[in-house]
């Protein structure tokens, strides 16, 4: 369903995404994980549209987003990991435009939008701007309004941060009932290990810009020699904290797997 | 269709719900109106050219449709700060109808801020020769509110951030107004200024106004219409242009 090889972007001098290579299938849900900065909405980003690739080939569904954007973007549902919510417009406001937007009939719209709305606790507060809402609620909203539609693929970037367990919860019954139900191929990435280890069939690790393992979660502990998701995910990761330069210790670790390689 | 109506209703409904801004985007207009209209006034008439409030009306309310139109295009730099144009940037929808709504959408508002700022010039004591010039002078702030719009959006969709918007209004916006005659008579000027007021296209757009309102015009209505739409054409094929190619 996606085939990315050697995918490469580049912002100025920072290289955000370097050689990126894998597969999803069709009906599958994939877990994209990775420590901040990783290049994983990056990679996100050029598989739905939004940028295009320094180099390397994409194909979502047998297509190149690049040269057929619209008929690729026919094919995808996304929730953003940053907000993009009209925070002047009302809760309902937004999943009417969303469900116009994406060609939803009106009956089956008028339906859907208040199944989600209640489904996320949002149906009271429907009529109220979104500018209004608290975190959280909006968080909920971006949620309910990507599940609006049915898509053949849905990317969800980082769907969970800032949500109740009860939200979560939620989002991820629903996500697993289109998958099952529907056949909707899932591509996700997340910083919670056991939201992927309970949903995803498969999981590529993507560090600095690169893929540093793959496989499905068994795979992977198996790969690191660790018991749960989470030690697999640091032991291949290093255990510094992102965002901030890298240490002498932690360059060395990854110099030291790059040459293992 | 109702992608491109969406989008204009979603334009509307944020003008119309930011009712504070409104009345603060009448008090410039009406400064200028007042202060120049009444201040100045003595000293045009004494140059023999008449009634300086008559005169300065179409101007006033030029300027209000041209700075609502333009800054509605550049809306599209908040959608973009705020996420919400990633929203409808990935929307199965092609861009152009998109870029089409938004626009519309956003000279629709610049028209209801103009009809609101002659309004005001009514009350003030701006008496147009008659009713019949009313649709006319419609016209003309449709095409104005069309032009500015779709510039708006050339710009919005160029720009990345904030940074640059300072720098639009003090070098792009600001010229458009003041070099537009809407505040001087074009006759008799001097040989620089007058290429500049010829090549502004707000320039056509007050002038027809005023042929329409007061039945003044330096250049001639149909002149007035045919330029501002040839240019309202190219300035909405460079916005669909620049907006089909954002990335984000
Ligand atoms: N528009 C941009 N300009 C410059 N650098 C960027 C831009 N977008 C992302 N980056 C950089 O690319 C790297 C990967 O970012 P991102 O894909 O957002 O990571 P992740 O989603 O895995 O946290 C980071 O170092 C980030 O700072
Ligand atoms: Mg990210």
Known sequence: MIRVENLVKTFGDVIAVEGVSFDVRAGEIFAFLGPNGA?????????????????????????DPAAKP?????????????PSLDGDLTAYENMELHGVLYHVPRRVRTERIQTLLSLFELWDRRGSRVKEFSGGMKRRLEIARGLLHTPKILFLDEPTLGLDPQSRNQLWTHVRHLNETEGVTVFLTTHYMDEAERVAHRIAVIDHGRIVAQGSPQDLKQQTGTESLEQAFLALTGSSIRDERVDGADQMRQMARMWRR | MAVVYILWLREVKKYLRSRPQILASLGQPLMYLLAMGFGLGPVFQKAGQGDYLQFI?????????????????????????????????????????????????????AMIQ?????????IAG??????????????????????????????????????????????LVMPIFFLSGALFPLADLPPALAVATHLDPLSYGIDGLRGALIGQSHFGVAV?????????????????RAFSKIQI
């Open chain 1, 39 to 63: 290049g994983k909405t990056t990679t996100i980003k050029m598989l739905t549209t939004l940028l295009r690739p320094t180099s390397g080939s994409i194909t979502l569904d047998g297509l």
């Open chain 1, 70 to 82: 619209l008929d690729v973007r026919r094919r995808f549902g996304i929730v953003f990991q940053d």
């Open chain 2, 57 to 109: 009306a179409p101007g006033v309310v030029g300027m209000a449709v041209l700075f609502t139109s333009i800054f509605s295009g550049i809306g599209l730099l908040w959608d973009r700060q705020f996420g919400f144009l990633k929203e409808t940037l990935v929307a199965p929808v092609p861009r152009l109808q998109i870029m089409v709504g938004r626009t519309v959408g956003g000279a629709t508002v």
């Open chain 2, 114 to 122: 103009g009809i609101l700022v002659l309004t005001v010039c009514l």
């Open chain 2, 126 to 171: 701006f008496r147009p020769h008659g009713l019949a010039s009313v649709p006319l002078a419609l016209l003309f702030m449709a095409l104005i509110a069309v032009v500015f719009a779709a510039l708006g959006t050339v710009i919005g969709s160029t720009l990345r951030d904030m940074q640059g918007f300072q720098l639009v209004m003090n070098f």
């Open chain 2, 224 to 240: 007035d219409l045919a330029v501002l739409g040839s240019v309202a054409v190219c300035f909405l094929a460079l916005g669909a």
